[in-house]
């Protein structure tokens, strides 16, 4: 596999000329950990002006990783995967956003195939939307939507048409005009399961746009009608169903907020406002799959996991001067002291 494969232009600039050379290698995980790194850098930024203990929580995220390089038994592939790293838990540092979003992915995936034992689904995404509140008004929108939410999956047509769902909150930086830049964008994203006679008239399961609208203003309270949008999940190249419903679901949570738009004083507000707030939560038969997930199979790769062999073990640290992750020490090389010597793991 060459080792830029999947990998963006910006990705391949912190790679140099010996890593581009040794086609065997796989290093996406590592690229994804620079480039996450690196976005980081406009997060610590903002901390540096109100809150210093934040700063050195997001400094020290992934600051040192230990590697193991693996070669399959069957391939001989060679991949370098991160074994352990530290993280701040900070809602806004890329970093760990990266690391949540691997983990929602993994559970939803599950959480979908364990429902799908018990019945055939199909998939729909939905989107609800309010009118942008102002920044300081953030909280108190996002518990309002939260409760209005709740209130239209109790109602009789909900249940009726809906087995069960995922809802992931976005909230997003409005770029359209002068006017909307004083606000913030919250909204959700909503995976929903239904039976495979949705769409049959017969069935009278099957709800429009217009009625998801029409029941979500009545859930909201609001004089005016809350734009929405539902569209069916369909497989994706060869993809299956469900992975391109994960696909499409966790883009929206993991996205990096657009900090590079606000200032400092703008982010510390969108800080505190979103402190406490839930961004995720499942309901009806995907609540009940989600639940009944052994949080000890959650790696997505334990099932070709024996077929993997670590032949080496290498601790790295990021430098922030050059932008990547410098090897320190080698399980089987020792200390690295210079760059000829790290040079040697191919990894620099």
């Known amino acids: 596999m060459i080792i830029n494969q999947k990998s963006s232009p910006d990705q391949a600039k912190n790679i140099n000329s010996d890593q581009k050379n040794c086609i065997e290698y796989d290093l996406t995980e590592l690229l994804k950990a620079t480039q996450t790194k690196n976005n980081q850098g406009i997060l610590r930024s903002h901390y540096a002006n109100f809150d210093l203990a934040k700063l050195e929580r997001a400094e020290n995220c992934h600051r040192v990783i230990v590697c ?8 001989q592939q060679i991949k370098l995967k991160i074994d352990q790293f530290s993280s701040c838990c900070l809602r806004f540092c890329s970093c760990c956003t990266w690391r949540r979003a691997i983990k929602f992915s993994t559970i939803t995936y599950k959480t979908i195939k364990q ?9 729909l995404f939905l989107t609800l939307t309010v009118k942008n509140p102002l920044m300081e008004d ?12 709740r209130r239209m999956s109790q109602t009789v047509k909900w249940k009726k048409s809906i087995l069960g769902y995922c809802r992931v909150l976005e909230v997003t930086q409005p770029r359209k005009n002068a006017y909307q830049m004083g606000n913030i964008h919250p ?10 006679n949705y769409f049959n008239g017969k069935s009278k399961l099957y709800l429009s746009k217009n009625d998801y609208a029409a029941m979500w203003q009545k859930a909201l309270g609001v004089d005016y009608m809350p734009v ?5 999940c369909k497989a994706k190249g060869d993809k299956q169903a469900e992975i391109a419903a994960i696909a499409e679901l966790i883009k929206y949570p993991i996205k990096d907020t657009d900090l590079e738009l606000m200032n400092w ?3 510390k ?17 995907l609540k009940d799959a989600n639940k009944a997930i052994d949080d000890e199979s959650l790696d997505i790769e334990a099932e070709d996991l024996e077929l993997w062999q670590r032949i080496e073990r290498v601790i790295m640290k990021y430098h922030t001067g050059q932008k990547r992750y410098i090897p320190l020490e080698s399980d089987t090389k020792g200390i690295l ?3 000829r010597e790290a040079k040697g793991l191919n990894m620099i």
């Open 138 to 149: 953030l909280k108190e929108t996002v518990r309002h939507m939260q409760k209005a939410f």
């Open 115 to 123: 429902a799908q034992q018990e019945m055939k689904l199909r998939f």
């Open 265 to 267: 004083q703008k982010f």
């Open 68 to 75: 193991g390089k693996y070669q399959h038994s069957e391939t």
């Open 269 to 285: 507000l969108l800080d505190e406002q979103m402190r406490g707030i839930r961004s995720i939560n499942y309901g009806g038969i």
């Open 228 to 232: 929405c949008d539902v569209r069916i």
């Open 337 to 339: 002291t210079d760059q």
């Open 187 to 196: 909204h959700f994203h909503v995976l929903l399961a239904v039976k495979p």
